[in-house]
């Protein structure tokens, strides 16, 4: 037998088969079952609490929707998909369950505060998941970046040799980036923190209900302020979907370079076997597949965001059935995003930096082009003036096939009368490094003292 609608009184015909199952989200949004639980638990305490609950029907609901939980908990609870959605088939089971007192639980409340307050709840746990493996990438970039501190590789713009730079110097840049990462999941949480139940449809409720009792058994800050706002807005779950979508773009990056750097032409890196994959035809590979879909799967955080902007951008105030569609793109940036982060944090902790093979490559492509044409402005050249000599002696270098170290110094004075013998000491990638002692620079030095901070920091 067809299952009554909760909302069925006003209709004399069931509905479409079809339309149930276009319209349901009970196949998704049961992952909320924890959080509608907890609010409704809440909510049922304070109804008992004004009043407009007795104390033993409060004492029932309570009862009921902890039992409700725990066949939840067990894989126990048949969900069905007439009964829609979440809220439904949690509501229409506790008044299975326990009888007339379940049917009050509903009162001076809407399912779009409800469904506001069960992502609200759910974002908060999730953030503060994200933000604690965001916390554990890093620390892992900070131990690797101590570790190896004595590895040069070249850093390069345009995917050209440009400067020398300290492996160490390279990991860092990533935990800046994730460092803000985290504060902008941090930020985000406190907008998330605000409590929308007591809005009702849309337009409040006429029952003398305590919102800020709600707020205050759930943990919330605050309570929202307008209730249209507090049941048509989703910019809580965009704001959350953007923090997600720049992080993903932060290590797909690095996951560009680490692909480039384990290839056979770069070789500076040696990723963990248990990380990479083999071809089924070609014997000899070991690809880094891993690395490939975290770049991959930052197009869905991108695309996760994109969704939930279209699907909000038209909707005319308030609740509107699209936001039905925010659920999905959440879930998915939010299980992607945390694999991601998990495999990536276990991957870099597994790299083998080759400290041999970085320090050749860093030495070659006339890297120390930069600090020759510094040196001349030193001896008081001016810089434009330096620039072309050195480009001239680059050149040079490239069409003899020479090393500007095996270039002896009567040979150099002829693109420079002020190259002294001293000009030796600055051409090795050590000194390009180390040479670099400005706040914020690749010095040895200065890296250490950044990682100092940031260990004393984290104490
Ligand atoms: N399943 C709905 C959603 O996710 C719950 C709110 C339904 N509200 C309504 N007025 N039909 O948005």
Redesign the pocket.
Known sequence: MKKKKPWGGRFSKPTEKTVEEFTE?ISF?RRLYKYDIEGSIAHARMLGKIGILKKNEAVAIVKGLEGIRKEMDDGRFSFSVEL??I?MNIEKRLIDKIGPAGAKLHTAR???DQ?ALDIRLYLRDVIKEIIGCTSEFKSVLVDKARADIAVIIPGYTHLQPAQPVLFSHYLLAYWEMLERDRERFTDCLKRVNTMPLGSG?IAGTSFPVDREYVALLLGFDRITKNSMDAVSDRDFIIEFLSACAILGMHLSRLSEDLIIWSSQEFGFIELPDAFCTGSSMMPQKKNPDVLELVRGKTGRLYGNLLSLLTTMKGLPLT?N?D??ED?EPLFDSVDTLTSILRLLTELISGIIVKKEAASTAASQGYMWATDVADYLVEKGVPFRTAHEITGKLVGYCIQSGKGIKDIEISWLKRFSDRFEKDIYDIITPEAGVNMRRVAGGTATEMVLKRIREIEEDDL
Request: glycine share 0%.
């Open positions: 989200s949004d829609e959605d809220h809407s399912r779009n469904v449809a609740y059935r936001m039905q659920k």
